[in-house]
């Protein structure tokens, strides 16, 4: 019986080459798609409110309401928010429980904050900045100290601290307002609420 020989262009070779083709073309789409996936994944900041309470700062010389972390938002927030302000000052600082101080303060009518808040932050060459919410009014962002900028940075801080803030601006009756996180930042989870505090600034109707 004769025996079968196989050119280099034969059926079998054919048939495997072909099915390795399909194997690698499967494989790279499955990783672009992934990659795609990562690309479009983006930060949402949720806008619900059940967990906070509404707090009024008119006893405290600004016409607006505010609404706050309260007990249930697992952050040891205490039942009443303190409200640290002087009389005639033009700062406000509130505290909700030890892991929360949002910072308030009367900029008159500037009304650019934030666009010079970032133009501050392009200036950092020893941090990286990857704004999570990128607003007019408001931007929260990851800051993540560079391995390069450990001669400028704080010894208490470390090369690899990560950290994230957030800074927003209202305007109130014709006064705009700056509203941010304390400078050294906090988690992730505390900074998104503060981000909905400052999302929740607004004028008492009278």
Same mark, same amino acid.
């Given at each position: 019986?004769? +025996?079968?020989? #196989?050119?280099?262009?034969?059926?079998?070779?054919?048939?495997?080459?072909? %099915?390795?083709?399909?194997?690698?073309?499967?494989?790279?789409?499955?990783?672009?798609?992934?990659?795609?996936?990562?690309?479009?994944?983006?930060? +949402?900041?949720? =806008?619900?409110?059940?967990?906070?309470?509404?707090?009024?700062?008119?006893?405290?010389?600004?016409?607006?309401?505010?609404?706050?972390?309260?007990? +249930?938002?697992?952050?040891? %927030?205490?039942?009443?928010?303190?409200?640290?302000?002087?009389?005639?000052?033009?700062?406000?600082?509130?505290?909700?429980?030890?892991?929360?101080?949002?910072?308030?303060?009367?900029?008159?009518?500037?009304?650019?904050?934030?666009?010079?808040?970032?133009?501050?932050?392009?200036? #950092?060459?020893?941090?990286?900045?990857?704004?999570?919410?990128?607003?007019?009014?408001?931007?929260?962002? =990851?800051?993540?100290?560079?391995?390069?900028?450990?001669?400028? %940075?704080?010894?208490?801080?470390?090369?690899?601290?990560?950290?994230?803030?957030?800074?927003?601006?209202?305007?109130?009756?014709?006064?705009? #307002?700056?509203? *941010?996180? *304390?400078?050294?930042?906090?988690?992730?989870?505390?900074?998104?609420?503060? %981000?909905?505090?400052?999302?929740?600034?607004?004028?008492?109707?009278?």
């Amino acid at each position: 019986m004769p +025996t079968k020989k #196989y050119t280099f262009f034969s059926v079998p070779f054919i048939a495997i080459f072909s %099915a390795l083709i399909i194997g690698l073309t499967l494989f790279s789409s499955c990783g672009s798609s992934e990659e795609k996936s990562e690309e479009k994944e983006e930060f +949402t900041l949720n =806008e619900d409110y059940y967990d906070f309470r509404g707090v009024s700062l008119s006893s405290f010389g600004i016409n607006a309401l505010i609404m706050l972390p309260d007990e +249930t938002a697992n952050i040891g %927030a205490s039942i009443k928010p303190e409200i640290i302000h002087a009389d005639g000052d033009f700062k406000w600082d509130i505290h909700v429980g030890p892991n929360f101080q949002l910072h308030i303060e009367d900029f008159g009518d500037y009304n650019d904050l934030v666009e010079v808040k970032k133009k501050e932050l392009e200036e #950092y060459d020893f941090v990286k900045i990857n704004y999570l919410i990128n607003e007019k009014d408001l931007i929260l962002y =990851e800051q993540t100290l560079l391995v390069k900028g450990k001669k400028e %940075a704080s010894k208490s801080v470390g090369v690899e601290h990560r950290s994230y803030h957030v800074y927003g601006q209202k305007m109130i009756d014709g006064v705009t #307002y700056e509203l *941010r996180s *304390r400078d050294e930042g906090y988690e992730k989870v505390i900074i998104e609420l503060m %981000a909905k505090s400052i999302k929740s600034f607004k004028p008492i109707q009278k």
